[in-house]
């Protein structure tokens, strides 16, 4: 199966941790990146790899493997990370096109 | 610094071809080991991948979409284009355009947002 699961909502006290989950076969064999969505805004790459930011992505965003699945740690949550987070891997052809099915984070 | 901006008709109606393209400023699109990219996004829903070209114009299609979609490069221009056949009211979403590479996605166009309406 090429699915990627997460839980469809998380909220986090203000300075705390947040894990988001992502599950999948497709994450055995490839890492997930993981996009950052603001309300209408386009997505923004947040972690790729096994664990990397990309340029001007703060620190407290990390990244982590296991398994079937996939995890993306907010350490120190912001008012300003409340969003949608979409994680995305490959299929089993090696195409990139599956998408998780998305986790609003809510900072309280 | 790479920009994508999408382009096209905001509104097609049903059983129509939606046509869009996205010029890339900022960098060569017929340079690097780059994948040029179509992902869409109903409203309050989540991102579904459309498609891809490679540079050499090699393309690849969501399965489900495939016998409807077409994308296609222009090096002269500096675009890629989607085309998608015989709309229905479910093909209504923002559609972006983005860039893939060995890191995933890290460059999209800011979306726009295509009406299948009568």
């Known amino acids: 199966s090429s699915e990627l699961t997460q839980d469809p909502a998380v909220s986090v006290a203000l300075g705390q941790t947040v894990r988001i989950t992502c599950q999948g076969d497709s994450l055995r064999s490839y890492y997930a990146s993981w996009y950052q969505q603001k309300p209408g805004q386009a997505p923004v790459l947040v972690i790729y790899g096994k664990n990397n930011r990309p340029s001007g992505i703060p620190d407290r965003f990390s990244g982590s493997s296991s398994g079937n699945t996939a995890s993306l740690t907010i350490t120190g949550a912001q008012a300003e990370d409340e969003a949608d987070y979409y994680c995305n891997s490959r299929d089993s052809s090696g195409n990139p096109r599956v998408f998780g099915t998305g986790t609003k984070v809510t900072v309280l | 610094q790479v920009q994508l901006q999408e382009s096209g008709p905001g509104l097609v109606k049903p059983s129509q071809t939606l046509s869009l393209t996205c010029t890339v400023s900022?960098?060569?699109?017929?340079?690097?080991?780059?994948?040029w990219s179509w992902i869409r996004q109903p409203a309050g829903k989540g991102l579904e991948w459309i498609g891809r070209i490679y540079t050499s114009g090699s393309t690849n299609y969501n399965p489900s979409l495939k016998s409807r979609v077409t994308i296609s490069v222009d090096t002269s221009k500096n675009q890629f284009s989607l085309k998608l056949s015989s709309v229905t009211a479910a093909d209504t979403a923002v559609y972006y355009c983005?860039?893939?590479?060995?890191?995933?996605?890290?460059?999209w166009g800011q979306g726009t947002l295509v009406t299948v309406s009568s």
């Open positions: 900022g960098g060569s699109i017929s340079s690097g080991s780059y994948y």
């Open positions: 983005a860039r893939y590479d060995s890191s995933g996605y890290p460059y």
